[in-house]
């Protein structure tokens, strides 16, 4: 287990966001924390669609705001990313198991977005007033960031916000993106059918089992029973915090990996949209579910690793192509190591565009694997010899893990691999390899590990 | 100060000792003092309370070295050492230190608590983190009062954080309900006496959530001078002491901060109300109300609809900003919105120089409602300016108009028609019926064997389909019925490999219920086999059985949680390491436990010898069916290996017998030989008649003759001499049920205590032994059902394995279980879905009972039981099972005890009467024959028969006679009778292209059906025995 539960971690914003009038107009102010960049300004214009932009981000601010799982309100912000002319503000649950993401377009905007980076951005109560009180009849403008002539100024006052950051909500915001190119769209609803059905969804007393969302005739409809091509949903409050945007919204996307258990919930508004992703249980947050473990302990990327990382300039939509063109590295070992990139936070993936964008979370990521607790569990496990090979062909392997008062049998065929501990027994690998099946995979294929250093 | 004198003022309990001590320590004093203070402190916690092994209980004891200090009697009482403790680590102690301590311990009063003096004197600088600490999570860890002392004297600053808040709106206002005898100082004189936080704080009320205006509950008798914050505040406002016009803005920017709250957000809206805003204010505010109509709470929308409603009785509505933003409160999910929004606009368009145009459109939103009443609204008011309307938003209404209910439709169109645009017929009203689909169904039909497409009711469906009227329901209580055909295969586990995986897995977690006999197989037909490293492999497995698992949810095989399944622990026992030893079972020795009970301790044994054989009752097929041809395979198994048959499980395999095969099993049969032979090749359909020798294993042919015939009497019996009214042993019983209520009184309230009575004539059951007869125990277990017995979801669901052929046990008990819960909401504990499994079973017969654990549980708040039963019904009248008169009838019966919820039933039918045509004509019918019931409608009959107009309508389908007598006795203009006309005046002379495409999906359901019936069987592997 990793050693610190949470880090300290201090936000700090040269003012508060707000609403008022400001030199350019009303509107609503962002203010943009410090991190590799001081306070980036990011963008300053109108909006063409406020009502919804306000709407959006206030969902968006639901879900930073919310522990779905347990009464206990957590305290970290959103996360803004600009590039290449899409702004994108990324949040994540206090349980871990709701992540989402505003994409706001050029066309949502009529001035240009400059500034490129990865942020974080102050959504506090009054913010959250402002929000509500967008609308299309007003003129409205949004400043993300302010430029050096206002910070200059000094006349605001600099909000500090300490928080500890849970290293688990830390991996779980990496990790997230491990599930999204593996999601596949599964419905595609217009706003009347989609606020039907997810008015329909049960209100308090919901079901306890898993539901099953599934098309009969002609509607969708919630079902109990798993039936071919039906996705699983739980934790149903989850979903119902979109409710609010189909006052404005134009169609709702559904999406699913049924192998993972997670469905995405794409709300699409004229100009933008907004994503959630939702863990398989609402007590499973995205973290520690080990989808990117295998691929840090062992795998092809590492050669890939750092050219493909040199060729990230904010871009909105990584074309692999593109760097195989430049690198001469083939588009599997390029999306590996995005893959790798996306579990160290250094890049977020799009479903609906079907590709990664560039972007770097403003947390300290050098050492994800540190954080990985399984990980560093399974290399603990070799250094205390506690792994011992009975037999071997090839990468294909037997082997005997000491557990606490047992010996763990671990079985390596191909791909696939067995081990005899509970963690494995109850999870058949959904959730991962666990601990003893790391090791085991480390100690046989030695020069395929990759370590964070 | 030494650390002598400072263990002497803890051990006296002296507070203003050490105050007085500690005001002058420098903070180098301080620390040198800290860790003994904090030493101190710990060793007191530690003797306050501790467990005696002797008597299972918690007991104070002292810290006796402190004694040493003490000259008084009685000496101090531990727990008042303990708060000096703490006060001693306040005063010397860092802040990593303090913050841990807890501080509710001082008295919320006005006179400086020491602590606070304490505080002040030394003046930590990290008092502010301190207090910032102390007001995290839901219970602060320190008293108002002493947290205002601090802040009015200076010592810390006033909170910027939320709970600061929170802590004042929850206490501040002192207790309601007291026991002490001191004056009361109601809160409008404490914030008097407290001024700053009029200025400051009060007005963050309305940005964080608190409980300030979430509850408006005390007892006056109580305490009567006892003030609610909203009652506190207009006192000090009517008396001027707070600004009115600031305070009313307040509440509004409450509504309007983003809280999602619904409690808060209503108490926000009536506190807004309580102030009694003039309609000068509220002009002064009409902004902010016409923003509040798009807010995304509904009482928040009738809130403003309300406010604004005011301003338009006297002239002050600005009409133009309200018809621009009244459209969000169009689709609101309730109806009272939209009726408000609806009404106002009415009013307004009756104004001179009324902008019709952008009425019509604000209004014509409400034609997405979901809800035909407001359909209704929408039109007659679109209908009475229709001619105003500038053509740019002809178009647009009436495609909105397009969308409407059925019932609302014929007056759509007519509105349409007088915009002077083309007629669109709605969607509901386009047929949706392939090209081709009728004559495709035809040919497929033509090409059924004769046989099956009259037994699958396709010759009834198609005679239908030409006469325009419904095939009458399935007749499945056939032994001609390819059971096998309707479930899936089970995959026996062929492994030693795989039994380990599958058993790990299944301490885990059970995946499917088909899991538990599997293994069950696994282990009788595989415990010979251990390899050498068998021990080692399978160790881990043991560890965890051993050390038990923890199963809050109820997915393990052998959870803790879990009465039943110690057996199987035993079993798994005897398997990984021949350990047959039975510890004492805590489980109830009746009903079906002792069966099952039973039954495994009859493979344990045989297990600890590693005598490998086949299970006779594992089944080959989901929902726990038996193909003969194997059953029979398995008995020579078993008698070349010189074992006969076990008893219990001969009863459970014939018990599962599916009637498919039988003559084949039955030639199989033929060279069976052994002591049970007889009674085998009886229940696969032989001619022997029984003897009264044949009463020795009474039990055996009891299973064989239900397992030959599931319903119905059996006269074969009589010479057993088997008491007669045994259930469903010589006959299936009776179960006679009524409907009823109760009322009686609860803290002033009148409940209505639903009640389902069920009885069934079986006193037998008690005088027969109910390890060997489990169909008489499953009746046992439903006269009082305990879920003590087992609260597994697996293992009911396996209930309903015992006997897949015949539930109508299981369904009693369901229906026990779900009344005691009928208002509350699914349980783990109390999985009662799972016992309604078998209503899945496609190729069985809907019983009357069946039926009414349909309806308990589509009227339940238990989500988990109502969905289930939802997804039956939609299989059930796809394929066809549903005999509507029959779900109608039993629906009118509970309807007669006078407690059902009609809009729980209609919320369940209109769930499934949307999906297609074929489900709404089928829920119409339901309706149809509950009304036809009906002496006199319920109070709340208009949730049926709105639901039933909408479907007529829809479906163009008249009213039975009978109902249409029941109905054209309704008197008076309510909801009913409204409903009540219109679907008088359906006359359904022309057929609708809906009610078409329902026939045919009927006929398409049996031909599915009889398709699949007449499909070759999966090749019977002659040789395999174990299969």
Redesign the interface.
Known sequence: MCAAAAIDYTYRYPFASGVGDFENGFGLRLATSDGPQASPWFFDGRLRHP?SVGDML?TL??VVRTHFFL?RPPMMDPVVTSGEGVLRFEGFSGCCGVYARVDLPAEAFDSDIHGRGTTNVDFN??M??A???L?D?DDARLAVGADEVSLSRGDEKIIEKKVQLPIRWIKGFCEVQAYQPALSLRYELPV?EA??FI??L?R??????P?FITS????L?????ETKGAIRITGLERIRII??LF?TANSLQIWADDDAGVSGWRVIFETGSIFLLVSPEIYRGFSGEGQALEKLAIGAWADALTPVRAQLAWQSNIDASDIAARTSLSTDAISSALAVLGARGLAGYDAASGAYFHRELPFDLEQVEALQPRLRAARKLLDDRKVQLLTRDGNDADA?VT?T?????VRLRGDDA?C???WY??Y?GQRGPCKHILATRLLVAPDDEETAE | MTPEQLEQFVARADADGLVSACASLEESERRRLSKFAATLYKEIDAARSKFDPETHKWISTRLDRLDRWLDETPPPRIHEQQAIAELAMLAVCPFSQTKNIGAMGWRDAYATPPAARLLSDRSPDWIDAWVEEKLKG?FKDIGWGALRCLIRAGVCKSPSVDGYIEHMASSAPGAWHRNDETPFVPLSQRLRDDPDLLNNELWRLF??ETVAFKYDYYSKKDNSDYETWPIALKRLVDEGVIDRDRLLDASL?GL???I?NNLLLSGFANFHEFLAPTLDERAARQRIYL?LL?H?APQVVTFALNALKELEKCGMLDASAFI?GVA?AM?C?QKAQPKTALTMLRKIAGAKDAPHGAIALAASEAC?H?AADIHERAIRLIASIAKKLPDDVRPVIADRLA?VAPSCQAAANEVIASLGLNLETAPATTS?VPEGLKADLLDRAKAMDAKWRRLAGVDAAMEAIADDTFPPPLDLDSDDIPILSGVEAVQPIESLDEL??VV??A???MDRVDDVERILDGISRLCDQKPDDFE??T???L??INEGVSDMKGRSLVGHLLMTPTMLRVLLRAWLRKDASVPELHVTEEGVNAFWNARLSELVQRVAKEQSAPLLAAPTHTRGWIDPRIFVRRIESLAAGGMEAPRLDLIQGLLRLAPDHRAEALALAKSVKGRYARAIRWALGAADALTKKDADDGDIWIAAARGRRPRGPITELAVLSLPEDAPDVVDNPPFNWTSSHTRREQMSLVVTIPELSISSASKAKSEVDNECYPLIALHRNSDRWSYYDTNT?WHFEWLGHIWPANADAIMVAAIQSMMLRID?????FE?N?ALLQTL?QVDLPISEIAIVAAWIALVS????CR??V??AL?EAIHDGRCDSQSFGDVLARITDGGWIKLNRVRDALA?IA???PL?ALVVSQILDEWVSRQSALPRDAHAITGLLLETNTQLAVPLRDASRTVLSGVRGSGKSAKAAKQLLAIDGKSPSAARKEALLLALQGRIERGERWGAPSDGFDDSSASS
């Not at chain 1, 409809?221 to 029973?225: E, G, I, N």
């Open positions: 009502k206030l601010s639901d009464p109560n009054p959250r007033a929000l509500c009180r609308n009849r009347a606020r039907r008015r329909s049960p308090g007393g919901a079901p306890k089992r539901s009969f005739g002609r509607a409809r919630l079902s109990q029973r409710e609010p006052a005997q557990g008062g047992v010996q763990h049998q067995t005899t501990c509970p027994s109850k058949l | 839901e940005e964080v920017s309007t901060a983003g999602r923003e798009a995304q621009r969000p689709t999910r997405s979901e969308q949706e380990i995986q790990s897995h301490v885990e977690a080692r492999v160790g881990p497995l560890k965890r979801a509350d909401p699914p349980s783990n999985p879905h899945f708040r238990d989500a988990d969905g289930v939802i997804d939609i769930e949307r999906l297609s489900h």
